[in-house]
């Protein structure tokens, strides 16, 4: 039964969420098995363009390190963003989200190019982390219930967390550019007076991941804890519902 569950559980996960972390889980597990390499999935433009090796454009963005604290860490807050922003702001707009995670692998691609960067996802992680802070500016987070902060600084959060281990920050800035370029050019640009919607969606990913029959009384699960085991864990009460609440109790 725990069996059934279980894939119950996973076939109800959104699809790019479901997909994107099957792929990083599976990646790391032939890594470990000595199956791959991580020489065959680092980015290397020399190998993509003159050996036509262009799986290296997609396996950049898969492999987080051996399996560890690192890998769980990532593979967590990768895990709850990236379902959180499909089944949130992107709720019925699969192929805006696709757009979104197309376009931000682009932009990191180049940044890899003048950078020397060999993994994206932990970039990638960021850059989605970063995008559902901003559009969710009054949401207050506790970072491993040490820290309380409202969740525009999660990134920065995450950056000094890196620091912390010995990691380079160059990778941490990259998603964190990347992700406020996004953040900009689709919901503060078009805002503004004379603003247009510069990223518009092709209507090919429109038609192969818009689903036909949406059902318009959804309500997805309340998320309790955004940043996930208490690495990031969020009051999803704004300030004007708590004082709301408050009065009713007086």
């Keep these: 039964m725990d069996h059934l569950t279980f894939r119950q559980e996973y076939m109800q996960l959104p699809l790019v969420t479901r997909a994107y972390t099957t792929a990083c889980v599976i990646t790391t597990i032939l890594v470990q098995l000595d199956i791959v390499s991580p020489f065959q999935l680092y980015f290397n433009p020399i ?3 003159r050996h036509y090796q262009l799986w290296r454009l997609l396996t950049t963005f898969l492999f987080f390190g051996p399996i560890g604290f690192t890998f769980l860490f990532n593979m967590i807050f990768t895990y709850r ?8 702001s992107f709720r019925g707009r699969t192929a805006d989200f696709v757009l979104m ?36 500016p009054f949401v207050r987070m506790n970072f491993f219930g040490l820290l309380n902060f409202q969740a525009p600084y999660l990134p920065w959060v995450l950056l000094g967390f890196s620091v912390l281990l010995g990691n380079s920050i160059l990778v941490d800035l990259v998603g964190i550019a990347v992700g406020h370029v996004y953040y900009f050019l689709e919901d503060v640009f078009p805002a503004r007076s004379g603003g247009i919607r510069i990223l518009k969606t ?46 009713q109790q007086q």
């Design 47 to 49: 190998l993509i363009f």
């Design 81 to 88: 963003y990236c379902r959180m922003l499909e089944e949130g």
């Design 101 to 136: 995670m197309i376009f931000g692998g682009t932009c990191m691609l180049i940044c890899a190019m003048f950078c020397s960067l060999l993994f994206l996802g932990q970039a990638f992680t960021i850059m989605l982390v970063y995008v559902w802070a901003r559009r969710n």
């Design 202 to 247: 092709p209507q090919f990913l429109v038609q192969l991941f818009e689903p036909r029959n949406e059902d318009p009384a959804y309500n997805p699960r309340p998320e309790e804890r955004p940043g996930g085991f208490l690495w990031g864990e969020a009051a999803q009460r704004r300030p004007e519902q708590q004082q709301e609440e408050e009065g």
